[in-house]
């Protein structure tokens, strides 16, 4: 099946420095990625959509510019979380969609998760 | 947003029984996926049903979708040890944007 891959899958910073994550499809191509965090026993919490040469889409209360995405290629995205405080320590997950099923597919493949842990 | 229901919130039952989990949904949606995820790790995709089908499987996994009741249970039969995780439905709209359930951990005893 598809494969997603995320890195880093741990990372832990200081306060005030800023996190890159990294998101790939490694055998399909996914104009279309999207960014979660979840926090512990909780659901996945959509944070915005991530499309291919062009800005992304941010979900109602997600700062836009604290968590900086780019979509460069279509087999890359990444999510940087700038200016990290602890309450943005969670596990962010990517995923990417494979629509290459045909239409009424849309299949998502998740990444394996980042824990982010600001001190 | 949050838009699905599920439950229970916890299941625990002993190896070899089935279990069954349900999820509720709001809005219209194209199809609906079920995702597996053990503590601490990504999502794994189990299946996908499409609004027009009704019931679907895959190996120890049954699925069943009432669009009428907006509505979908997944079932695993002769559940192992190893089916020990959190299991969430998604649904995908006209947005095609997933939108997860609060999710069911499962936990199966050997």
């Given at each position: 099946?598809?494969?997603?891959?995320?890195?880093?899958?741990?990372?832990?910073?200081?306060?005030?420095?800023?996190?890159?994550?990294?998101?790939?499809?490694?055998?399909?191509?996914?104009?279309?990625?999207?960014?979660?965090?979840?926090?512990?026993?909780?659901?996945?919490?959509?944070m915005a959509t991530s499309n291919?040469?062009s800005k992304a889409t941010y979900?109602?209360?997600?700062?836009?510019?604290?968590?900086?995405?780019?979509?460069?290629?279509?087999?890359?995205?990444?999510?940087?979380?700038?200016?990290?405080?602890?309450?943005?320590?969670?596990?962010?997950?990517?995923?990417?969609?494979?629509?290459?099923?045909?239409?009424?597919?849309?299949?998502?493949?998740?990444?394996?998760?980042?824990?982010?842990?600001?001190? | 947003?949050?838009?699905?229901?599920?439950?229970?919130?916890?299941?625990?039952?002993?190896?070899?029984?089935?279990?069954?989990?349900?999820?509720?949904?709001?809005?219209?949606?194209?199809?609906?996926?079920?995702?597996?995820?053990?503590?601490g790790r990504g999502l794994v995709?189990?299946?996908?049903?499409?609004?027009?089908?009704?019931?679907?499987?895959?190996?120890?996994?049954?699925?069943?979708?009432?669009?009428?009741?907006?509505?979908?249970?997944?079932?695993?039969?002769?559940?192992?040890?190893?089916?020990?995780?959190?299991?969430?439905?998604?649904?995908?709209?006209?947005?095609?944007?997933?939108?997860?359930?609060?999710?069911?951990?499962?936990?199966?005893?050997?």
């Amino acid at each position: 099946g598809a494969v997603v891959s995320q890195h880093p899958s741990r990372v832990i910073c200081k306060s005030g420095t800023s996190v890159k994550i990294e998101c790939r499809s490694l055998d399909f191509q996914a104009t279309t990625m999207f960014w979660y965090r979840q926090f512990p026993k909780q659901s996945l919490m959509l944070m915005a959509t991530s499309n291919e040469g062009s800005k992304a889409t941010y979900e109602q209360g997600v700062e836009k510019d604290k968590f900086l995405i780019n979509h460069a290629s279509l087999t890359l995205s990444t999510l940087t979380v700038t200016s990290a405080h602890p309450e943005d320590s969670s596990f962010y997950i990517c995923s990417a969609r494979d629509t290459s099923g045909g239409a009424g597919t849309d299949t998502q493949y998740f990444g394996p998760g980042t824990r982010l842990t600001v001190l | 947003s949050q838009q699905g229901e599920e439950d229970p919130q916890a299941l625990s039952i002993q190896e070899g029984e089935n279990a069954t989990m349900n999820c509720s949904y709001k809005t219209s949606i194209n199809n609906l996926q079920w995702y597996r995820q053990n503590s601490g790790r990504g999502l794994v995709h189990l299946i996908l049903i499409r609004s027009n089908e009704r019931e679907k499987h895959s190996g120890r996994l049954r699925v069943t979708l009432d669009t009428s009741k907006k509505s979908s249970s997944l079932l695993i039969t002769a559940s192992r040890a190893a089916d020990t995780a959190s299991y969430f439905c998604a649904t995908s709209g006209s947005a095609r944007q997933l939108t997860f359930g609060s999710g069911t951990q499962l936990t199966v005893l050997p």
